[in-house]
Nanobody, 120 residues
Framework: QVQLVESGGGLVQPGGSLRLSCAAS????????MGWYRQAPGKQRELVAQ???????NYAESVKERFTISRDNAKNTVFLQMNSLKPEDTAVYYC??????????????WGQGTQVTVSS
């Protein structure tokens, strides 16, 4: 079994910064792509950023130049540094990982989500 646990959400003023972390644990053999998605009230879940094990990165257009994704492969952890936050960044942020477990099963796992609220 694999678990993803996010941390770092909260309330921040427009223009502020937050850093999200997500640690994967359990019967993990290898994690391929890790990423962050978000879902605002009344909207569909959308990709924010993702990073492959080799370091290839993809960002949503709306967060380019403001957000930075990184990962620590040794610790099965992914980070999202969010700068110049805007009210429209308000959402529940979910961590995602595409991985193989030690049993050989391929999983696409999700964290429980962490709330990010940008408001004055």
């Amino acid at each position: 079994q694999v678990q993803l646990v996010e941390s770092g959400g909260g309330l921040v003023q427009p223009g502020g910064s937050l850093r999200l972390s997500c640690a994967a644990s359990g019967s993990i053999y290898s994690i391929y792509t890790m990423g962050w998605y978000r879902q605002a009230p009344g909207k569909q879940r959308e990709l924010v950023a993702q990073i492959t094990r080799g370091g290839r990165i993809n960002y949503a257009e709306s967060v380019k130049e403001r957000f930075t994704i990184s990962r620590d492969n040794a610790k099965n952890t992914v980070f999202l540094q969010m700068n110049s936050l805007k009210p429209e960044d308000t959402a529940v942020y979910y961590c995602n990982a595409d991985l193989h477990s030690t049993t050989g099963a391929r999983y696409n796992s999700w964290g429980q989500g962490t709330q990010v609220t940008v408001s004055s």
